[in-house]
């Protein structure tokens, strides 16, 4: 079962959240691995896109949005882009195109930076988004402040969130074929500055020192959990073997229903409404070709298809007409 564990540190500015995602994450490879057209991921794509859905559903965690935080990894190498989407009441569902050759034990420089043109992009997008109003998106390099490249899932996150939010963040990341895992730790402003780290500076006495000596040592504490530990172990024995000697104030796990689970918005409707946008003449094009069009979602793999009959019906007045209020769609 996919959990999502929050939790927070007695007396210090630091909060944190562990995710296993057992059964979603097996649902991810499950359906990739039964589409005929694609077949399953190669080991190292898997291991990538775990750690992006894992990472995705902490950043989820994290904030209070109503809408999809989607997580976007694109380059020049064999896997062109990766997606990982989790709503904001924990449905997630995540996808990669692949188009070249991926040698086993490969890193995230082969899969996505061969050239230095990898990107890392988190874009927030509202549920009841208003017309006109765009999405929030950052985007980082795969390279640190220095330009040095940044050689892990975890280090590029944690980039990310040093310059986008300011905010101090630990996080480990791991997957395989059975489970997706993260750990996340996350200093908190103080005294309604941005950062604790800018606002120590300006602090009088050693407050701001011990504050940031104590994150310092959870930060060791949680980069000292092993792959092994983090993917094999229930939440309950990682946190306590980690910070034994902290205490932890604990939130009423996310499970089953309110937890983490796959799910896919895609629907046959939705597909109609694409080749309505590709237009009529386009559309009747393809139907010419190929005697039907077939449409599938490369997150979950629903196939859909439309015949001469379907495509007349696509293009009707009726069909094109924009929803009444208060309809059903």
Known sequence: MSELHKFIFDGLPVR????????AWQEVLRRRA???????????????????????????????????????????????????????????????????????????????DVHGRGRCAITLDPRNRQPGQQPYQGVVPLVNEGGAPLT???????????????????????????????????????????????????????????EEDDYRRLSILARSLQREELLGLDADTVLRRLFWEEKLLRFPPLTAG???????????????????????????????????IEVGCDFCGQQE???AVDVAQLFTPAAQQPPQPGSVQ
């Open 152 to 210: 892990t899932l975890a280090g590029v996150i944690e980039h990310y969130m040093r310059q986008s939010e300011q905010l101090d963040t630990t996080l480990v990341l791991a997957a395989d074929e059975q489970v997706a895992a993260g750990l996340l730790l996350q200093r908190l402003p103080a005294q309604g500055q941005a950062n604790l780290s800018q606002s120590n500076a300006a602090r009088e006495g050693g407050d701001g020192a011990l």
């Open 16 to 23: 944190g959240q562990l995710v296993r995602l057992s059964d």
């Open 34 to 112: 039964a589409n005929t057209q694609t077949g399953p991921y190669a080991p190292p794509v898997a291991e990538l896109l775990g750690k992006m859905t894992a990472a995705a559903v902490l950043m989820q965690g994290n904030i209070k949005f109503d809408g999809a935080l989607v997580m976007q990894i694109a380059g020049d190498g064999p896997v062109k882009i990766a997606v990982a989407e989790v709503q904001s009441d924990l449905r997630l569902r995540a996808t990669a195109s692949v188009t070249g050759v991926v040698m086993p034990g490969a890193r995230l420089s082969d899969l996505v």
């Open 305 to 307: 298809r439309f015949d």
């Open 258 to 292: 309110a937890g983490p689970r796959f799910a896919c918005s895609c629907s046959r409707a939705r597909m109609a409404a694409m080749l309505q946008g590709l237009g009529r003449q386009e559309t009747e094009s393809i139907l010419a070709e190929q005697g039907q």
